[in-house]
């Protein structure tokens, strides 16, 4: 069911992650959801979802509040149980484990900091209740606290510290007891842009290098798409796309998620007739034929265009429009055209420094057929 | 946190650990006042018996201790019609008076008292009497009976005893009758007088009337004779009678518990404490009366010769003492009941 | 730029600027003026509490000087820091336990364990004299420290709960998370933020037994009459300046306490501190 997105990670050797680990060419998954559905009273958070997590990936479930992604994570934690289904870690049925006994730790997005222990003592937390030696314990700690460079404010108490410099205390926390999976439940929705980007890169940059899968959560899209080598975009309890960050970006195969991912626009189109398997389709000033479309004629249709994807043409075959709104960004520029119809198109290009076109200035814009995806409604 | 538990603990067990053990005990459960420290500390000198003295605040809550059983005491030391009740509930023990030593020293006017003829069950210690007092600047005549309590030209500046039986004691003998009387007629004329008398008191007090009389706040209160002696002595103005309808008379004795641990104790309690010379100490240090007689001869004049500490043998022929009133007692606590609640 | 204020309306003007300051401040004064007079008296040399007639230290030498008052203080210590221990560690797991676990029967406990709040005191007393007595259990420290954490422990019980329901359960997660088992997580997590709580239900519980005097005068037993017993018992001769004297320093030993919940014990545990 999983279909490879042609993804880099997949074919990364398996790290040694002090748990048992079949010593077999393929490794086990990281995580295996096997049809695990979760209720609350009459609410269905999770919906017979079955996922494989492959061992050593950055994992993310994207999704907006309330589809279900944080309830999985709380499942794979063991904070909640299980309705139906069985979860299993680094091939081992953990269903009715225990959090406490599972090889998972989670990096909280309100950090959950002990605030009544330094941060040393903190990140020595999950040594001490194993029982190490005080001078393991603390050599453990520090070496964590070095690696997201924390070292000097080992005697500081949380309510000291920055957003940003709590989240990498409970980063080293987390890691400091090397586990097999990495949860992180939002970890970065309470810092501020910039410290978020900065975070996002060191933190890509951690999984790369110790190994270890990370199972993200996120509502924010970019984020996934900087950080993942997979997303299962979610809605509703279930994944409705599963796919590499550039497969859910280009390939979406949903409305839902060719909005929700990214800026698109969406242009209303109609079905005018059929010609044998394919379905002739009516939108941006030109008939088109898209082959395999099964709607019957007279259906509407939504057509979805990524704005990028748009070029400014005066001499183009596409529809005119005229432009009625500019966002400078910087980086980029942001226009807006009106169509004949009345329809709003976003046009998005790099500022290479050209001049800036004008308000009620006509051009006409144009698209590749490829750059195109048509959904039913 | 565990070190913490641990300093309490044991700073707990050391506190209560810290209590003195000597060879042989002797538990009194009595009034507070009535025994100075120095008597008991003397006993202990002379006998080597460590004593634990306890107090109550009144005889109900001691036939209230000591109706729960087990109470572990060896002597207690209740007032007369308290005696009644615990004789009747058992728990006194019947008193061999040939292991009292000093039992002749006891005056002939106490051997024969009415709750307890022939002092079976209990030796009469200290004694006192209820009547009022007075201040001297604030009446025109010597008050002499319970009367003036009731006159209008004294309205606010008169207290009542906050005491059921102490108040009724006024109100019945008031009317001519008996301070112990159980007919109902008689108690309810005498709730009725109490109530009708209530608008013109200024409260009722049991703790510090004395002062309020000595600084003239208040003219005439019911009054312990006990409780006001200090008055006396501080202030000339101050005077204390037995009312001419009767007053009453009370007497806190001490019995020994039917399940007293250590009776042979008790007895050598009870033996020292009638001598003449220690009775004399109890009155000098808690100016209160004694049953010892020839104790009178070994105090000095102020005590000796003070009508509140020792009234004339005549005045107290003419008290009543409060008794156990049985049945009656109800009649009493539904009139004290109106008396309280009325405006 | 300046702030445009409303003027403020007669409500607020009547009752909340006017009206409500003197009663407050009545309020005070009514409270504390019969405790200024009462420490006033201890300070008198005669033996009234109503006439001034000097100033001496006499009373409070007397007090000192006094054995049995030296034996009753020694008494409510005992029972005072023996009954609040036990109110305190019962009160501070009940709490937890109401707060954090599901479990048949938890709304029966919380209520149980707050109903003495509710029940006339005296009427506990009863109870427990009836059945220490048909127990056959002898009255005295044990049977009075029974008594007074039925006393202290809805106050205990209260205090822990407030504070375990504010708790971050979060936190509870995480350490669950990070390998703690229920007893680590307790111990670790749960009790150490519980503590500035645990330390006012202690110091709170301690005063009221120290201060009880209801419920010894039905549990007290041969050697065990605790201070405010004994004060009872005195007053029956009256209430001399030694009275107010002890009452002076009783005042001044829960007022010590009261400073050392306030000022000085919750901010220190609240505050970062180092062991």
């Known amino acids: ?377 | 946190m565990t070190r913490l538990t641990f300093a309490l603990a044991a700073s707990t067990l050391a506190l209560a650990a810290a209590a003195p053990a000597l060879a042989e005990d002797l538990r009194i459960f009595g009034w507070a006042g009535e025994m100075p420290d120095e008597v008991l500390q003397d006993f202990e000198a002379e006998t080597g018996i460590a004593v634990t003295f306890d107090t109550f605040d009144s005889n109900e809550s001691l036939i209230a201790k000591l109706d729960a059983g087990g109470s572990g005491y060896d002597l207690v030391n209740p007032s007369q019609y308290a005696v009644q009740i615990l004789v009747n509930r058992g728990k006194l023990a019947e008193l061999d008076h040939s292991r009292i030593e000093t039992y002749d020293k006891i005056g002939p006017s106490f051997t024969q008292v009415s709750y307890d003829p022939g002092n079976k069950y209990s030796i009469p210690y200290v004694w006192g009497t209820t009547g009022l007092a007075y201040n001297k600047t604030c009446v025109d005549a010597p008050i002499t009976g319970w009367k003036a309590l009731f006159d209008e030209k004294y309205k606010g500046r008169v207290y009542m005893l906050d005491n059921m039986l102490a108040a009724y004691i006024a109100g019945l003998q008031v009317n001519g009758f008996d301070a112990n009387t159980t007919d109902p007629a008689e108690i309810e004329k005498a709730t009725e007088t109490l109530i009708a008398q209530k608008p013109m008191l200024a409260g009722y007090n049991s703790t510090n009337f004395a002062d309020l009389v000595s600084s003239g706040e208040a003219c005439i209160v019911e009054s312990w004779s006990s409780s006001v002696l200090q008055a006396i002595q501080d202030n000339p103005d101050v005077v204390y009678v037995l009312p001419e309808e009767g007053g009453t008379m009370w007497i806190d004795g001490y019995s020994i518990l039917t399940d007293a641990p250590n009776p042979d104790a008790a007895y050598r309690f009870l033996s020292y404490i009638l001598r003449p010379e220690v009775a004399a100490k109890t009155t000098e240090l808690t100016q209160t009366a004694t049953v010892v007689t020839e104790s009178k001869a070994l105090l000095p004049d102020a005590l000796a010769k003070n009508p509140a500490v020792f009234p004339a043998e005549s005045t107290i022929a003419n008290a009543d003492f409060i008794l156990d009133l049985g049945d009656a007692m109800k009649l009493y606590q539904d009139g004290w009941t109106r008396v309280k609640a009325a405006q | 730029m300046r702030s445009a204020r409303a003027r403020p309306g007669w409500f607020t003007r009547v009752f909340v600027h006017g009206v409500s300051g003197w009663v407050t401040l009545l309020t005070y004064l009514f409270m504390l003026v019969p405790i200024v007079i009462l420490v006033a008296f201890a300070f008198n040399a005669g033996k009234s509490t109503v006439v001034w007639t000097g100033f001496s230290l006499g009373w409070f030498e007397k007090v000192w000087h006094n054995r049995n008052i030296a034996r009753a203080l020694h008494v409510s210590l005992v029972v005072a820091l023996g009954s609040a221990a036990l109110s305190t560690a019962i009160g501070a797991l009940a709490a937890v336990a109401i707060t954090r676990r599901e479990f048949p029967g938890r709304d029966l406990l919380g209520a149980a364990l707050a109903a003495p709040l509710v029940l006339p005191e005296i009427v506990l007393g009863v109870g427990l004299l009836v059945f220490m007595s048909f127990a056959g259990v002898p009255l005295g420290y044990g049977s009075m420290i029974v008594g007074h954490v039925l006393v202290s422990i809805p106050f205990a019980t209260l205090i822990v709960r407030a504070a375990a329901a504010s708790l971050d359960v979060r936190l509870e997660d995480a350490a669950a998370d990070l390998g703690a088992n229920e007893w680590q997580t307790f111990r670790l997590v749960t009790l150490p933020q519980l503590m500035p709580a645990i330390a006012t239900a202690f110091l709170l519980s301690a005063t009221l037994s120290f201060d009880n005097l209801v419920m010894s005068t039905f549990t007290s037993g041969v050697g065990t009459t605790t201070l405010p017993l004994r004060i009872y018992s005195m007053l029956k001769l009256g209430i001399t300046p030694e009275i107010n004297a002890l009452g002076a320093l009783m005042v001044v030993a829960n007022v010590a306490i009261l400073l050392l919940v306030m000022g000085r014990y919750l901010p220190l545990m609240l505050k970062p501190n180092r062991r």
């Not at chain 1, 959090?99 to 040594?127: E, G, K, W």
């Not at chain 1, 898209?290 to 070029?311: F, N």
């Open chain 1, 1 to 377: 069911m999983i279909s490879d997105g042609g993804c880099v990670v997949a074919t990364r050797p398996p790290q040694d992650q002090g748990f048992p680990m079949q010593d077999q060419p393929t490794s086990p998954p990281a995580v295996d959801l096997r049809g695990v559905t979760k209720r609350f009273g009459a609410v269905t958070a999770v919906d017979r979802l079955d996922l494989t997590i492959r061992s050593g990936e950055f994992f993310t479930m994207l999704g907006a509040s309330g589809c279900g992604k944080t309830t999985t994570l709380r499942l794979i934690a063991g904070f909640d149980m299980p309705s139906e289904g069985q979860i299993l870690i680094s091939g081992r049925d953990v269903s009715e484990v225990p959090a406490y006994q599972r090889p998972v730790h989670t990096v909280f997005q309100s950090y959950a900091l002990f605030p009544h222990m330094t941060i040393l003592d903190n990140v020595a937390f999950p040594l001490k209740v194993r029982r190490l030696t005080r001078a393991e314990q603390r050599d453990r700690a520090m070496a964590a606290l070095d690696m997201v460079q924390m070292g000097g404010l080992a005697d500081r108490r949380p309510a000291q510290l920055s957003g940003g410099q709590q989240q990498r205390a409970a980063l080293a926390r987390a890691l400091v007891n090397e586990p097999a999976v990495l949860l992180l439940d939002e970890p970065l929705g309470a810092l501020d842009l910039k410290l978020r980007k900065e975070m996002q890169h060191e933190l890509k940059e951690m999984q790369r290098r110790l190994g270890i899968t990370f199972v993200f959560v996120t509502h924010d899209q970019e984020e996934a798409l900087t950080l993942s080598d997979r997303i299962a975009l979610m809605q509703g309890g279930r994944i409705i796309q599963l796919d590499t960050p550039a497969g859910l970006y280009d390939a979406p195969k949903t409305l839902y998620a060719a909005s929700f991912i990214g800026e698109t626009n969406l242009i209303p189109g109609r079905v005018i007739g059929r010609d044998g398997g394919a379905g002739l389709v009516e939108a941006l000033g030109r008939t088109r034929r898209i082959a395999g479309l099964g709607a019957p004629a007279g259906s509407a249709v939504t057509l979805a265009l990524r704005p990028e994807r748009i070029r400014r043409d005066p001499e183009g075959d596409g529809p005119e429009g005229r432009l009625t709104g500019i966002d400078f960004i910087g980086t980029d520029l942001r226009l807006t055209y009106a169509l004949a119809d009345g329809t709003a198109v976003v046009v998005r290009e790099q500022n290479r420094g050209a001049a800036i076109p004008g308000i009620g200035e006509a051009t006409r814009l144009c698209h590749d057929d490829g750059d195109l995806h048509i959904f039913t409604t």
